[in-house]
């Protein structure tokens, strides 16, 4: 960002929603030439506006490299004509699932060897160009997806983007990306969203009982249904037999909670039943040990120590002003805030072992810290 | 917290663990007589030494108020063991499922006038008396939940207890408070272990790609088991039949996923099978909606500003300290770490209109702001 970009323009980018236009914003920022398309006309002069690039002129040449960024089900068909169109560029698309692209493009005759199809782990909650910001990727992962007949050099050009964008490039193969992405992103979407709909007729007592559990599994229960359905249906390969597997989970859950209800009226519950029960949790204890901690290391032990602060402008600043002085970094935050009183709660996670010295700096310069 | 208690001794404390023990801390600070007991000698000694209460005293009149906090599966004996023994003092507990309480301790023939359940929302990863604070209720809600034949003046002791250790009093029907729990906590907990199951077989490669979705989903999979499997049995009649409506919905996408990936192949998926997927998502969109927001009000829809901040102490201060000389309130804080770099992303959500404002505000100030 802000460096020259070792990508050679002209760069073409087809459709210049938030993540074409972010592309072109980014590329532009390193001094790259970018011809923008858009099948809407306001699309892509208000991406033009915002600095993505520029518009089509009658003596452009061939583009070097050509990024798809339509919406996914349209992707492949946009991918066949620019292939077709442009015989000597690199066409890559940045679609979130890529064996249904690479499929469909092989279906179509495109050529293999100038696909390298891709996805950028970035997004926002708000869509079209002009949301868009040339440090959408920044330190994000950026998956590319070579095929067979990808030649290095293609694999080298959409790398090198990539890197050009601020984005960590990761090689992976089209199906394992899309069995990785049903895993950590897929499933877990549909999971929020099923906890989030039973709440669709809670009463309110119950959600004022809602902590910050419920609101982190069902955070992304807010997502767009529209593109959900499209990702989903789209990697219904990968995502079916995750969540086969789940739902079998999910079962012996219901039969063991079956069991444990009939035997609370008689007082003694199968030991079978409670240890499916236990076995189901403990599971989850392994998996969510196994997502990589900060700066892609392994999953860190922290010591919390929860303090009370202050609703106010400045509050949260102070306490983390303090932690800084105390030379103490923090690893992780989370903020609670409290049900009709005029004070949150901040979780400060710090390496292992700093905790008490932490809980000691802070009480000594008057915070309250709580359990 | 400091003031006088309202509440007056000398109470009993029965289980002198994470819970008990924190009730004695807040109530001693507040002025209260606490006698504690517990089947461990060691684990009341431990109480003792951390300022929970004293030990009993040969002379020690009847208590006004008993507090058992037990395992769950044991309070029901433990409440009724106190009734007999203490024949004038209103008798309260902790577990966090209140229907089985109240039934094994009618069916106990314990006198129901002077027992009310109670359930304070607040824990910790840590357990036993050394993790026990006189703030852990502050600003928490205390289910308080009488039976039918509960005295008002028993009602009003607990409700007092509440106050008193900083809690927010809610007074909730044992089988009300049973099903909210089990729609707000119980099966978000069994939809995050299963998520976080199916991790355990994971690609590493495909961990990398997790991000803050996958977390948020996850963090709280890495729960005790055993405490667990003890809340779920115990509230199985509750959770059940969300969790077979959640299973419904599960089986209804597991079969629209399939037809689309049948129809992926044959280039046209079925349009109820789309339906059926958007629905689910839209279904989760109006749930997640209903879960109240800060101080109890409804929802709020936040401005997401997200800047670069370097991993360095005081680094995150001085971004809150700029904030808060502009005169902006932090609604909400999410950190995410990119991976592979010593530069962390913080999304900072403020009312929504104010977004605009600290984006301007902040770049001013020489802070990148990311997408």
Redesign the interface.
């Known amino acids: 960002m802000g460096h020259p970009a070792a990508t050679r323009g002209p760069v073409r980018v087809v459709g210049t929603g938030l993540l074409g236009a ?1 592309v072109g914003m980014a590329l532009r920022a390193g001094g790259v030439d970018v011809v923008l398309a858009d099948p809407s006309r306001t699309t892509v002069l208000l991406a033009r506006d915002v600095g993505a690039g520029r518009l089509p002129a009658p003596d452009d040449g061939e583009p070097l490299l050509v990024v798809v960024a339509a919406p996914p089900d349209v992707t492949a068909d946009v991918v066949l004509a620019e292939l077709a169109a442009n015989p000597h560029a690199v066409v890559t698309d940045v679609a979130s699932v890529k064996s ?1 692209v690479l499929d469909a493009v092989r279906a179509g005759g495109g050529d293999l060897r100038r696909y390298v199809g891709s996805h950028p ?2 997004g ?2 708000r869509s079209g160009p002009t ?3 040339p ?7 950026w ?1 590319v997806a070579g095929n067979r007949e990808s030649t290095p050099e293609a694999v080298l050009t959409v790398r090198t983007l990539a890197t050009d964008v601020g984005a ?1 490039p ?1 090689l ?1 193969d089209a199906r ?1 990306h899309d ?3 049903a ?3 897929h ?14 007729s ?2 309110p ?7 910050q ?14 593109l ?2 499209s990702i ?3 990697n ?2 990968a ?2 037999p ?6 079998d ?3 012996t ?2 039969a063991a ?2 069991q ?2 009939e035997a ?1 009226h008689a007082e003694q ?1 199968a030991g079978g ?2 240890g499916a ?20 290391g392994a999953r860190r032990a922290y010591d ?1 120590v929860t303090v ?1 602060v202050p ?15 105390a ?4 690893e ?2 989370a ?1 609670e ?7 949150g ?1 901040a979780a400060l996670s710090v390496l292992r072992g700093l905790g008490g010295r932490l809980e000691h700096e802070l009480t000594a310069r008057g915070w ?4």
Chains 1, 2 share one sequence.
């Open positions: 972010s249904a782990m970035a926002s909650e949301a868009a910001r440090d959408l990727f920044v330190g994000r992962p998956v960590t990761v992976l394992v069995d990785a992405v895993l950590v992103s499933v877990p979407q549909i999971a929020a969203s099923l906890v989030a709909a039973r709440l669709r809670a009463d007592a119950a959600l004022d009982l809602a902590g559990g419920l609101r982190d599994v069902t955070r992304i229960a807010a997502s767009d249904p529209a959900w359905t989903l249906a789209a219904a390969g995502v079916g995750v969540l086969r597997a789940l739902r989970d999910l079962d859950i219901v909670l079956e444990a209800d609370a519950v039943a409670l029960i236990a076995g189901a949790i403990a599971a989850g204890n392994a998996g969510v040990a196994r997502i990589p901690g900060k700066h892609g919390v009370l609703d106010q402008p400045g509050e949260l600043a102070r306490l983390l002003g303090d932690m800084g002085t030379g103490i970094n923090l992780e935050l903020i805030h409290a049900p009709a009183q005029a004070v709660l309250r810290v709580a359990g």
